[in-house]
Nanobody, 124 residues
C-alpha cells in the first residue's frame, strides 16, 4: 500500500510559478513510477507528467512541456512538480499517482494509488 499526500497548491497570477509536492508512505517508494494528473471543472482527468523510478526518465504532456518540471527525491519519499509560466488554463485540481514497477504510464488506469488532490488556480 502507498498513501500519497499532495501540497503546495494555491492561487497564482498568470506567468507565476508554484511547486507542488507529493509525500508518499511506504518503504518501496523508489520502486514506483510517479505521475501528476490534473482535472479541471467539467473535464476528464488528464496526464501532466511522469517520472520513472530509475534512472528517473521523464515524460510530459505537450501542454506543459518546457514549463513544468517533475522530479523526485527517493530519500524523502517525495515527488515534485515545478510549474513555471502558469496560464489560466492550468487551473485544475492536481493529483499525484503511483504505479509500481519500471514502466511509466500516461493513462489514469495505469496507476494504482492516488492522492486527494491540491487546487491550483491561475487568475489575475
Amino acid at each position: 500500500q502507498v498513501q500519497l499526500v499532495e501540497s503546495g497548491g494555491g492561487l497564482v497570477q498568470p506567468g507565476g510559478s508554484l511547486r507542488l509536492s507529493c509525500a508518499a508512505s511506504g518503504r518501496t517508494f523508489s520502486r514506483y513510477a510517479m505521475g501528476w494528473f490534473r482535472q479541471a471543472p467539467g473535464k476528464e482527468r488528464e496526464f501532466v507528467a511522469v517520472i520513472s523510478w530509475t534512472p528517473g526518465s521523464t515524460s510530459y504532456a505537450d501542454s506543459v512541456k518546457g514549463r513544468f518540471i517533475i522530479s523526485r527525491d527517493n530519500a524523502k519519499n517525495t515527488v515534485y512538480l515545478q510549474m513555471n509560466t502558469l496560464k489560466v488554463q492550468d487551473t485544475a485540481v492536481y493529483y499525484c499517482a503511483a504505479r509500481p514497477g519500471i514502466r511509466v504510464g500516461v493513462r489514469v488506469e495505469d496507476y494504482d494509488y492516488w492522492g486527494q488532490g491540491t487546487q491550483v488556480t491561475v487568475s489575475s
